[in-house]
């Protein structure tokens, strides 16, 4: 079992098509990324991170013992060269990430995807997989690399995302729409 990123061009992107926690408040802005975690790389917005408001961290989410949220920090462009929204990364000693705890019926789209490859061999497996989620539901949950890993079994710890759409992102990359079905 090898966990792969889907091959995308620069960093996860996320639109937020209809999700409450920035009408109601449950939104975490106030946590540095853990120094161990993020050491060697950035956190990318569509990441489904775990909150420690003890220490003050954001993690990896390797179970649910911690509260799960999703990274949607607003993009800050610092090179005219580079500053699409792909271009965008969270660092050590940036800005804090903004987190948004999910609730059922929430939706959003991503393309910071992950997947199993003794159950996708490749990305064009991934991809063919999810031509027709109508017949088969295909689900998304935590992985230890904070990309949403996404598999045709449901996922045992932290929120269930089941994938309602495949579309693509502003920038016309390929990219999955999730309703959160278990928060």
């Avoid at 031509?131 to 539901?137: L, R």
């Avoid at 990309?147 to 990359?173: E, H, R």
Wanted: proline share 4%; glycine share 6%.
């Amino acid at each position: 079992m090898a966990l792969q990123r889907l091959v995308i061009d620069g960093f996860g992107q996320l639109e937020l098509n209809q999700v409450a926690f920035r009408r109601d408040g449950r939104i975490e802005a106030q946590c540095a990324l853990d120094a161990t975690d993020f050491a060697d790389v950035p956190a990318e917005n569509g990441m489904l991170l775990a909150v420690d408001k003890v220490n003050e961290v954001i993690k990896f989410a390797t179970d649910d013992s911690l509260p799960i949220a999703l990274n949607y920090t607003t993009e800050h462009m610092y090179d005219e060269r580079a500053n699409a929204l792909k271009d965008f990364k969270l660092e050590i000693g940036s800005f804090y990430p903004r987190m948004g705890f999910l609730a059922v019926g929430d939706r959003f789209t991503t393309n910071c995807l992950a997947y199993d490859t003794t159950e996708f061999a490749d990305d064009d497996a991934f991809k063919e997989a999810l031509e027709d989620i109508t017949t088969a539901p295909i689900y998304g949950g935590i992985s230890e690399e904070g990309a949403i890993k996404v598999s045709a079994t449901a996922p045992q710890a932290g929120p269930v995302l089941l994938v309602v759409k495949v579309t693509t992102m502003p920038d016309g990359k390929y990219a999955l729409k999730f309703m959160v079905k278990e928060a």
